[in-house]
Each structure stands twice: as C-alpha cells, then as structure tokens.
C-alpha cells in the first residue's frame, strides 16, 4: 500500500510542476494552480494520514476484543466464508481502478490527458485518505472475528479491524463514477451514455456484494463505501467545469455560491 500511495503522491506533484504548460484545449475542465494545490494538499494529506492511523493501531488478542452486538440489517454477512468472492472483489476493484486508462482511446480525451490524469489522482488519492482515516478511528471488526469457532488466543491486527467503510467499493465506484462522469462531459449527446452509467453504476455494487459474500464487510460497510466513493468521483471532475457561457451569460462557481453575469455587445 505504501508504494502504491507514494506512486500516486509522485505523480500528482510531476503533474502540478507542470500545470502552467497543459494547453487550454477545447475540453470541459479547467486548472488553476491554487485550487489544484489546495485540494492535491487535502488529497495527499488525507491518504497520509490515513495510512499513520493505521499504521498505530496495535494488535491484540481476540479474548481482549470487545465484539459490538451486529445490527440486524448486517446479519447477513456473518458466517460467509468464500475465497472465489474474495478474489473476484480483488478483480473487479483493481480492474476497475485501471479502467480509466480506456478513456485516453477517445481523441478529445486523449488531448487533455494530463489534465484527466491529474483529476484522476485527485480523487482517488482523495477516496483512499477519507477511506482509511473512517477506518483507523471507528476500527470495526470485520465479520468473520465474531466466527464462534476462533481460538480466543487468535491475534487480531490493523486489517483484522477496518471492516468501516469498504475500501474496494469506495475505490470501485470512485473510478468508475469518475470514467461514468468524464465520459458525459466531454461527450454530453453521445447514445452511448446511459450504457456508460450503467456499467459506472453497476461495478461498484459487484465489489461490494463479493465483499460482504466473501465475510470481509458488513452489508453497510459496502453501502457507505459506495456512496463516499461515487460522490467523490462525480464530484472531482465537476469541481472542474468550465464556467457555462451561453450567449453573453458566464456562470461559474464562487468561494459562497455561483457568479452570474451578462456581457453586453459593443457598438
């Protein structure tokens, strides 16, 4: 995890070091270097925090363990065992992950690849820093620790204890709500977007059902884990509009709402 991070961190101050020469281009974003400094610090200041949170949590003994009592809408995840589920979570979260790189086959997106790019690792590395600091400071056990067949002698560590939020399904629907809205900005008549949001909308709830067949997360575990991660990844991207222009009319959005103005023809 830490190389991963680290990687994402590397690329997202190569990208900024590089913000003033991104050509405007005809796409649907804009950069400014103030706000892309202000939320990359957000960004990579969560997920390394996140990462120290979880690094300090101490392993212990599943008799010194405190089980809380499981709500009944949760019950269901209790005695599911499946490793097929567990490895097709693992395929469908990193496939998924990876799945932006498809959006570079369009031309118009392909030109404004490093600006997609730098959207891109905003939000996940956004999701992940959100996703682990909920889970180093609830620290849920995960459902297979309340298996009454667990010596009590059994040591329980970090991992053994961030069942809250699903990570897999928050970094699921980010990058697939991520490619459902870039895909709409920069083709907003395409036939091909009810297809587009359906598979965004669909991959995440998949990661999220193996996860909870697989004993790894609570049914609401997945059910946050995908609706933090799809408000991020619909949100990143459309932090980044351009300001709408229709005939003389420029609204964009300010530091308290939106900026409405008219600009009258000369002479």
Same mark, same amino acid.
């Given at each position: ?5 680290? &990687? ?14 991104? %050509? ?41 363990? +405190?089980?809380? @009592? ?18 097709? +979570? ?42 682990? &600091? ?53 083709? %907003?008549?395409?036939?091909? @977007? ?24 609570? %049914? ?29 009319? +420029? ?17």
């Amino acid at each position: 995890m830490t190389y991963r991070w680290t &990687i994402l961190v590397l690329t997202f101050t190569t990208s900024l070091s590089v913000l003033g020469q991104v %050509p405007g281009g005809d796409g649907p974003y804009y950069l400014s270097l103030r706000r892309e400094l202000g939320v990359g610090t957000v960004a990579a200041g969560s997920a390394l925090t996140g990462y120290l949170i979880n690094q300090n949590i101490d392993e212990v003994a599943l008799r010194e363990l +405190s089980l809380p @009592k499981v709500p009944g809408f949760d019950e269901s995840a209790l005695g599911n065992v499946s490793s097929a589920a567990l490895s097709g +979570s693992d395929i469908v979260a990193y496939g998924t992950v990876a799945l932006p790189v498809t959006l570079l086959l369009d031309r118009r997106i392909r030109a404004d690849a490093v600006k997609v790019g730098l959207l891109f690792v905003e939000t996940m590395l956004l999701n992940q820093g959100l996703t682990d &600091i909920v889970k180093g400071t609830v620290q849920r056990p995960r459902p297979y620790l309340y298996d009454p067949q667990l010596p009590a002698d059994s040591q329980v560590d970090a991992y053994d204890r961030t069942s809250y939020f699903s990570a897999h399904t928050s970094n699921t629907a980010a990058a697939s709500f991520f490619i459902g809205r870039v895909f709409a900005d920069y083709h %907003p008549d395409s036939p091909l @977007k009810p297809v587009v949001w359906t598979v965004s909308a669909t991959l995440p709830a998949v990661a999220g059902y193996l996860r909870v067949r697989a004993g790894q997360h609570f %049914p609401s575990d997945v059910v946050t884990g995908y609706l933090v991660g799809a408000a991020i990844g619909y949100g990143i991207p459309a932090l980044h509009r351009r300001p709408v222009r229709v005939r003389g009319v +420029s609204l964009r959005p300010t530091g308290t709402g939106l900026y409405l103005c008219y600009t009258f023809g000369g002479a």
